[in-house]
């Protein structure tokens, strides 16, 4: 059997500049260009500015639309290929489920501490209107995707099962439907595993077929990865340029408390289960994730965060199994930060409202951003477009939602890649809790 990697075909030059720091020093650039060429700028307001931060942030969105592109084809021949040669042991899955409720349970645990101690909200009554004056936004549309079979942004079983039972093996793939990629993909590798060990005539050939495939992806996705930085300092730039930085005093106190609750579950729950589960020290922990973080944070996708996230469980020392089942299979379990989102938006705006809720309503959010966050590709804006779910499991009116939601658009470019570097770690903790301490490799 011929040898397995899950990481990106070439290894860096040891004097390069690390992606994580590409991406911070474009981050840094992209916002001094925002300010400086910007409606808020000292230069003063020019139309050819603003339109050329545009073009340039509609630029930096190739990238991403490029690595989106890639990665679900990704996910499918890396499931094919795990399948094949890597034997996941039954008992995994039942693990995988409890490691996947204990993190989310932890994740919802600090978002009502948090929500009903110091209870944010109340700073916002009575200034709904102001709000709405300042941000001038528009809500997102609550269907998930553009497919026309989609059941759109619904809580009911029954339609979000039936869309990813696929009518067809091509439409999953055309509409970006993960769940049914990731189905299709099992179904079809355990098929491929089935007759090789028949030893049908051809299995081998297809079975190398897929592993070339496998790879050619992962060759694709190495060139587009090296894109990532200059996308970053377009996109930064354009958000900056266009959002000022006046908006963020109205909405400062629903950043700060987010934001606390995601960094309180990512650097302190994480490192600590990390160690506990799979002796990796806070340091190995976040210094070999480093790049897939980063990533995450910078594509706003754990999706097409996938090939890095892959490559730095290797370097954790994660097997091959465990790591393709949490970041291919399961990573629509490990969505922490849109969970932990949900629930506290929710939470925060009916306190605004004048509206908090008791135990039995905190409850029903609780579950309905579980059942959320788990139904939604790791795309970006995916939290946001189905958080009006959430709002309405929380007893808020669709008027309300409607009025509501636009208030949250203004720093949910911050909150959203926040939310996906949450679950990226997400998805590099699950793995380490699958796999345990590890295991080293004994001196020849």
Not at 72 to 101: E, M, Q, T
Request: aromatic letters at 6%.
């Amino acid at each position: 059997m011929h040898a397995m990697d899950t990481g990106i075909a070439s290894k860096p030059n040891k004097f390069s500049i690390p992606l994580w720091l590409q991406v911070l020093l474009c981050v840094l650039i992209g916002t001094a260009i925002g300010v400086l060429l910007g409606k808020t700028s000292p230069l003063g307001p020019d139309p050819g500015r603003t339109k050329w931060l545009d073009t340039a942030g509609g630029t930096g969105m190739l990238v991403i639309q490029v690595l989106r592109a890639l990665a679900v084809p990704l996910v499918f021949f890396a499931i094919i290929d795990g399948i094949v040669h890597i034997s996941i042991p039954k008992r995994s899955i039942p693990k995988l489920l409890a490691v996947c409720a204990l993190n989310t349970s932890i994740a919802m645990l600090i978002g009502l501490t948090l929500m009903n101690t110091l209870q944010p909200g109340k700073a916002w009554q009575g200034k709904i209107q102001s709000l709405i004056s300042a941000t001038n936004a528009k809500a997102p549309d609550a269907k998930k995707s553009d497919d026309p079979a989609s059941p759109g942004a619904t809580l009911e079983i029954l339609p979000n099962i039936t869309y990813i039972v696929p009518s067809s093996l091509i439409r999953p793939f055309v509409y970006n439907n993960l769940l049914s990629v990731v189905l299709i993909a099992v179904f079809l590798g355990s098929a491929l595993r089935a007759i090789r060990q028949k030893a049908i005539d051809g299995a081998e050939l297809l079975e190398r077929a897929v592993h070339a495939c496998y790879h050619l992806l992962l060759q694709m996705l190495e060139w587009t990865i090296k894109a990532i930085p200059l996308a970053v300092l377009l996109i930064v730039s354009k958000v900056v340029g266009n959002t000022g930085p006046s908006v963020f005093t109205l909405l400062g106190g629903f950043l700060g408390i987010v934001v606390a609750g995601l960094l309180i579950h990512a650097l302190i729950y994480y490192p600590l289960a990390a160690w506990v589960f799979g002796r990796r020290n806070p340091a190995t922990y976040f210094g070999k994730s480093a790049d897939a973080v980063i990533s995450g944070l910078s594509t706003n996708s754990s999706l097409a965060t996938v090939p890095i996230t892959l490559r730095c469980l290797e370097k954790l020392g994660v097997s091959h199994g465990n790591a393709r089942l949490s970041a291919c299979i399961a990573t629509n379990l490990n969505n922490d930060g849109i969970t932990l989102y949900e629930a506290m938006a929710a939470i925060f705006l009916t306190q605004a409202l004048g509206m908090p809720l008791g135990l039995t309503g905190q409850i029903t959010v609780v579950l309905a951003s579980c059942f959320a966050a788990a139904g939604i590709a790791g795309i970006p804006e995916a939290g946001l477009i189905v958080l009006p779910l959430v709002l309405g499991a929380a007893g808020l009116t669709p008027e309300t939602v409607a009025i509501a939601l636009p208030l949250l658009l203004p720093v949910d470019w911050i909150i959203a890649r926040l939310r996906s570097g949450v679950n990226v770690l997400s998805d590099i903790l699950v793995a380490i809790q699958l796999d345990g301490p590890e295991k080293k490799t004994p001196k020849a």
